[in-house]
């Protein structure tokens, strides 16, 4: 298939263009580079063997987008192009709103001028909100979120879910990622967070490879193993290889929306993933445990089973692999995409 990738120069994005790549797809990226990368885009390309092109357009910007999709012949689409920062949606939530589902709508009416009706939509865990039972199961309602950002994600559900009940030939896979972490094992893409990282492995990584003295872990005191926090970290290839297959799946099965969990099906501890990445890395990571952070759940994973049944899909990769492809990563990149 031909498949256009938006926010294709970001993290999770430039991981997937290369399984799809590798998978037989042709693939073009859009990106406004608000948070990527074109360097990850130009290594994603080198990394499959083929040049992939990067339209730089901001899809919040409907008639920039209508006019990206008639000069482009695209079979189907990869939605991945979002702001993600949890506390600045809370703080930004015009913004987060306006780009979030304006890049949405931009992108669905477009679609549908073009005749392109099948796509994959990065959703999050975050949507079960505080109620939901541990492990999360999709079919779970009412989804719910505490963030803007969350909120984001559970709108553009039900958008989806709108436009598909109103004309059927719609081909839609919702993939909720619990918290996907590592890197391409060639460590020539990776996560390169702006400024200071909002997440625990990003974080580690950079106080491993010196650009940051220590970090601090949030809460000790959670009823959990340890006390501290446990999350459903899913290494970012299996992240990549989950579209792949939901991708090939929806287009080849009727037209309908599924929703799919994209975890592993099992919590690692804040304690834990430092001691991995100390075994990984043969650093000692300095890290002290302050207050709680206020919204964080004690502990919640995913039930993975729903996407092996329908999918053949399961996490292939563990938390040190995780590990050892983030500071192979890290480490040949200090400053990140910085140092090309
Ligand atoms: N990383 C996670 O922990 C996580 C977890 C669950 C869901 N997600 C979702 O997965 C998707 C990808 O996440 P990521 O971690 O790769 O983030 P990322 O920030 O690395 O990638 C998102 C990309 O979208 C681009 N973008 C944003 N707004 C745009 C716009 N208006 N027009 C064009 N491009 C735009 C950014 O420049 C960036 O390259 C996002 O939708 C995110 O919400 C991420």
Known sequence: MRVLVTGGAGYIGSHTVVSLLEDGHEVEVVDNLVNGNAEAVRRAGELAGAEVPLHEVDLADAAATADLLSRIDVDAVIHFAALKAVGESTQKPLEYYANNLGTTFSLLAAMRENDVRTLVFSSSATVYGEKAPVPYVEDFE??????????????????????????????IALLRYFNPVGAH?????????????????????QVAVGRREKLSVFG????????????????????????????????????AVHTWNLGSGQGTSVLEMIGSFERASGREIPHEVVARRAGDLPAFWADPTKAERELGWRTARSVDDMCRD???WQSQNPQGYADA
């Open 142 to 171: 009412p989804l719910d979120s505490s963030s803007t950002y969350g909120q984001t994600k559970v709108m553009t559900e039900r958008i989806l879910t709108d436009v598909a009940a109103a004309d059927p030939r719609w081909r």
């Open 185 to 205: 094992p060639s460590g020539r893409i990776g996560e390169d967070p702006r400024g200071i990282p909002n997440n625990l492995v990003p974080f580690i990584a």
């Open 220 to 255: 000790g005191d959670y009823p959990t193993t340890d006390g501290t926090c446990e999350r459903d970290y899913i290494h970012v290839q299996d992240v990549a290889e989950g579209h792949v297959v939901a991708l090939d799946a929806i287009a080849a099965g009727d037209a």
């Open 326 to 328: 983030t500071w192979n």
